[in-house]
């Protein structure tokens, strides 16, 4: 059985700085690709950033571009969300998903993802 478990989410102020983990157990990890995304009250999910399966492919949302840095370590089946300059607009839960891929593939729709987490909470005050 395959799952994936958020952790790392929290309350920050505006200008601070979160790390989001994302571990999956069930699978081979690195035959997956990887991806967040984030729903806030109202609105549509969004995606936020994806890896490939090696890491060495990676997209960001033009919203979170130059402030979020996405990784992930094979060899902990762990997925990662580095989140700088945090703002108040990043407040969403925060949802980690896998995706069965070809390597050098970087999957941006969420209909394509096969596996989610339950999300972890991020909350930027002003």
């Known amino acids: 059985q395959v799952q994936v478990v958020e952790s790392g989410g929290g309350l920050v102020q505006a200008g601070g700085s979160l790390r989001l983990s994302c571990t999956v157990s069930?699978?081979?990890?690195?035959?997956?690709?990887m991806g967040w995304f984030r729903q806030a009250p109202g609105k549509e999910r969004e995606g936020v950033s994806c890896?490939?399966?090696?890491?060495?492919?990676?997209y960001y949302a033009d919203s979170v571009k130059g402030r979020f840095t996405i990784s992930r370590d094979n060899a902990k089946n762990t997925l990662y969300l580095e989140m700088n300059s945090l703002k108040p607009e990043d407040t969403a839960m925060y949802y980690c998903?896998?995706?069965?891929?070809?390597?050098?593939?970087?999957?941006?729709?969420?209909?394509?993802?096969?596996?989610w987490g339950q999300g972890t909470q991020v909350t930027v005050s002003s």
């Open positions: 890896i490939s399966r090696s890491g060495d492919i990676t």
């Open positions: 069930g699978l081979t990890f690195d035959d997956v690709a």
């Open positions: 998903a896998a995706a069965w891929t070809a390597l050098y593939i970087v999957v941006v729709d969420a209909t394509e993802y096969n596996y």
